[in-house]
Structure formats: structure tokens, C-alpha cells
């Protein structure tokens, strides 16, 4: 691989919330080999000029193989049609500066094989393979009049449905089997399913203790889907270390959080494009009904987790058309929470939640090269990173996949 030489970089420290003095950055290999101010020589040589050179973006909860406003059309689709239209929204995210994703239900083992062997221009993916949902969960996508459910593992959908001790373990196992870097489990009711409003309960204990007990065994973590406090609860209590969304998150269940060591990924770009666009792009008025209240909740649990000092890491769930607003949670916490603040949680605080802070998150001797750069300081501005038109460098694993004069 080209060795390159990044020249008078302003090194946007993440953990400290602050900018380095122009220094440079050599690349060999993938990663980061020295960051300093001795001379070098390299086979490449770029210049940023003083530009902001920073980890590149994580985001901790997306669906890249949701081209439509609908997981229940989902099923009815070619896996070799849905990799198709997977592909541009996997470009446009790394265009974006976001050089890994977390998806949380859906790819599969064969959609990041193709990303690390470059095929596509893509972030990196942590996929769950499919969410584990109980029958008539949010990974049930069936309507109430339906009954048959087809549970072949290559139709696309958001998840599979398992029933039972014995069945979750199971499909647990499965999921890890196939190479999941983390097991889902939906345990509440959520806006995109039918039958389960958003404060049903989902999953008995013993059941989301046997997911996580897998998940430990395979040396990963369990991320649930969970809206209200009782079923967040449910969840921390049993073991779980990621919960997604939690917009009805209240004191005294993030001191839980804090207590047990869990994550929350907050989603609020989701609701917000939802509400203002879901119905112009196809969603069903019973379900864009439901997003009202939650939207409503979304921003208050940003103070309270950052109050209860909740670790907290960058995540936007948007699927269809409404991918373009994958920037907008930038503006949306940058309303509640300090930039620097922000920038972690897209960052540093992402790693440590995959347990890659040894690889990403930080512009550091030995890590990859997951870099962006651009011009001005977004410590100051982070309308800066609304824009991926600032992007004058876009690079995952030292290859260049944007280099603007």
C-alpha cells in the first residue's frame, strides 16, 4: 500500500476538545504510522494547509439495505436487488465522512465481505445480522390479519422471530455464527411495526438473559431497541450494553445506566424527518401516527444522560429517501450538548461502545487511518460537519476516496 504524508494537519483531539498546531501525519499500511513535525518522505504527499484533520465519523445505529420508506416491503424483495440498492446509500455515507456504521438489523455477513474486500465504496459495517423479535414484536412486520410469516434466512427484513429460551439462544447463536459483531434484541414496541405500540414490554428476562449470555460468550455485547423506562430497564438489568433510541429516558433510569455501564444512542434525527417528510415518501399513516410523542420526548433525554453522565454515542435510524439527513443529528444534539460533546459521541465514544478504541476514534499513532479533513474548526461551528461539501479529504483505512483541491 501507498505510503502518504498528510502535511500541516491541525489534529482535532477528541478526547481533550481541542486543536493541535499544524503538524504533520504520516500513513503506511492502513494506519496512523507517526504524527509529529520531523521531515518525512512518502510516495504521496498531500497538503492540507492548516485544514482540520480529525477521526473519521461513526454512526452506531443505521439500516444501509432500507432503500424505501418500509421494512414490510422489505420482504417481498431480491437479496441480490436489495445488496444492489444498498450500495449508493453505503457511498453516500462514507461521502459523508462517516468511515464505520453499526447496522442494526438487516446486513448480513455477505454485504461486509464485499466492503472489506473494496468492492464497494463503503464505510466499514458492524452488522447484527437480523434483530431477534418475539411474535408480534417490533421485528414482526406482519399486520394483524396476516399469519404467515416466511422465515427463510435470505429474504430481506429487519429481523427474525424466535420465541422462547431455547429459541433465542438459538438464534443468538446463529446470528454469531454468521459473524454478527453485536446480537440486537427489540425489546419494546416501536413506530415502524404494526401490532406493538411503543410501551409494550418485549421479551421476558430470562429470555434477554440468555441473548446476553451468548452475546458475552462470543466476547460481544447485546444492543436492544427500547423506547420507554420500564422496557430500557428490562434491558439494563439483564445484561444488555447498548440501547437504542430511550427518547423516554427519566433520572433515575439513567443512573441505572451509569450504574451498569450501558450505552445510549439517541436517534432523534429519525423522528424529526419522520414527522416532517414520512407521509411524502410512503409511510403508512397508522405508523407516522406514532411518532408524535416520541419526537416530543427525543431532546430532554440528552440532559438527563449527560446530566447522569450516560456514555452516549452517535446513531440517526434513518432508512428510504430520509438517509440524506444523516448529518442533521450534528445540529440536533449540537442544541442541547457542547460541540466537543457531539464530535465525541461520533467518535471516541463510538469506539469504545464497538470495542474498536484500539483501531478507530482518534487521530493516534498505531490506529487506522479512518480520517477526515476540512476546513475551519468544528469545535466552534459544528454546522461544519452539516456540510460534506467541506470534505476536502475522505480517507478509511489510508485509502483516499476524496482528495479536493
Not at 418500509?70 to 441480490?80: I, N
Not at 420526548?297 to 452517535?314: N, S
Request: proline share 4%; charged share 25%; aromatic share 6%.
Amino acid at each position: 500500500m501507498t505510503t502518504t504524508l498528510l502535511k500541516n494537519a491541525s489534529i482535532l483531539d477528541v478526547d481533550a476538545g481541542s486543536l493541535s498546531a499544524t503538524c504533520d501525519v504520516l500513513i503506511a499500511e492502513g494506519r496512523i504510522a507517526e504524527v509529529g513535525s520531523r521531515a518525512r518522505t512518502a510516495e504521496r504527499v498531500i497538503d492540507l494547509k492548516g485544514r482540520t484533520l480529525m477521526p473519521g465519523l461513526c454512526d452506531a445505529h443505521v439500516h444501509v439495505i432500507v432503500p424505501m420508506n418500509s421494512f414490510a416491503l422489505l420482504t417481498k424483495w431480491s437479496p441480490f436487488y436489495t445488496a444492489i440498492r444498498a450500495m449508493p446509500i453505503l457511498r453516500d455515507m462514507l461521502m459523508r465522512g462517516f468511515t464505520t456504521v453499526r447496522d442494526a438489523g438487516g446486513a448480513d455477513f455477505g454485504l461486509a465481505r464485499a466492503v472489506e474486500e473494496d468492492l464497494i465504496p463503503s464505510p466499514r459495517i458492524l452488522y447484527s445480522g437480523k434483530a431477534l423479535s418475539q411474535s408480534g414484536g417490533h421485528g414482526d412486520m406482519r399486520g394483524p390479519g396476516e399469519t404467515a410469516y416466511d422465515d427463510h434466512y435470505y429474504v430481506p427484513s429487519l429481523g427474525r422471530i424466535c420465541n422462547g429460551v431455547a429459541e433465542v439462544r438459538a438464534a443468538a447463536r446463529d446470528e454469531i455464527r454468521r459473524g454478527a459483531h453485536q446480537v440486537k434484541l427489540m425489546v419494546g414496541g416501536g413506530i415502524a411495526s404494526y401490532t406493538d405500540p411503543i410501551h409494550y414490554v418485549q421479551f421476558s428476562r430470562e429470555e434477554i438473559r440468555a441473548a446476553v449470555e451468548e452475546a458475552e460468550n462470543a466476547s460481544t455485547y447485546v444492543m436492544a431497541h427500547a423506547y420507554t423506562n420500564r422496557c430500557i430497564r428490562h434491558a439494563v438489568e439483564c445484561g444488555v450494553r447498548s440501547i437504542e433510541h430511550g427518547n423516554f429516558l427519566d433520572d433515575e433510569t439513567a443512573a441505572l445506566m451509569r450504574e451498569c455501564g450501558a450505552y445510549l444512542v439517541p436517534t432523534l434525527s429519525a423522528y424529526t424527518t419522520m414527522w416532517e417528510e414520512g407521509l411524502q415518501v410512503g409511510m403508512p399513516a397508522e405508523l407516522h401516527a406514532k411518532i408524535r410523542p416520541v419526537l416530543d420526548a427525543g431532546p430532554r433525554q440528552l440532559e438527563i444522560a449527560a446530566r447522569h453522565g450516560v456514555p452516549m454515542v452517535y446513531g440517526t435510524d434513518l432508512i428510504g429517501p430520509l438517509h440524506r439527513h444523516q448529518l442533521l443529528e450534528f445540529r440536533i444534539r449540537g442544541e442541547v450538548l457542547p460541540a466537543a460533546e457531539v464530535i465525541r459521541q461520533a467518535t471516541c465514544n463510538a469506539a469504545a461502545l464497538f470495542n474498536m478504541q484500539d483501531q478507530i476514534g482518534r487521530v493516534k499513532e498505531g490506529l487506522r487511518a479512518d480520517l477526515i479533513a476540512l476546513q475551519g474548526n468544528p469545535l466552534e461551528d459544528l454546522d461544519l460537519l452539516q456540510a460534506p461539501e467541506n470534505l476536502s479529504l475522505i480517507m478509511k483505512d489510508g485509502r483516499i476516496y476524496r482528495e479536493a483541491a
